[in-house]
Nanobody, 127 residues
């Protein structure tokens, strides 16, 4: 069973920074592509960032490009989301997701691409 657990969410002021972590239990995730998604109240879950299983390819939503950075360390806690210059509109529950990568350089952007999900961590940005 694949289990993902997010951490690092909290209340932060606009302009501040947070680092989210996604921990995997029970197995190595070196062969898995991973992603971050978020869902604000009353809105659909949306893509934030994705990273290939090798870590060499990344992709970002336009809304976070230049402010957020996704990375992974397959030897330790497998994935991170560094969030800088946070805005009130970044307020949401952030969830990490994983799937088996077809190729080491592939990343995936759709909710339907990922079969494995964490429970999410709340990020609140105050103005």
């Amino acid at each position: 069973q694949v289990q993902l657990v997010e951490s690092g969410g909290r209340l932060v002021q606009a302009g501040g920074s947070l680092r989210l972590s996604c921990a995997a239990s029970g197995r190595s995730f070196s062969g898995y592509a991973m992603g971050w998604f978020r869902q604000a109240p009353g809105k659909e879950r949306e893509f934030v960032a994705a990273i290939s299983s090798s870590g060499g390819s990344t992709y970002y939503a336009d809304s976070v490009k230049g402010r957020f950075s996704i990375s992974r360390d397959n030897a330790k806690n497998p994935m991170y989301l560094q969030m800088n210059s946070l805005r009130p509109e970044d307020t949401a529950v952030y969830s990490c997701a994983a799937r088996v990568a077809l190729l080491s350089g592939n990343y995936y952007r759709a909710v339907s691409d990922y079969p494995y999900w964490g429970q999410g961590t709340q990020v609140t940005v105050s103005s």
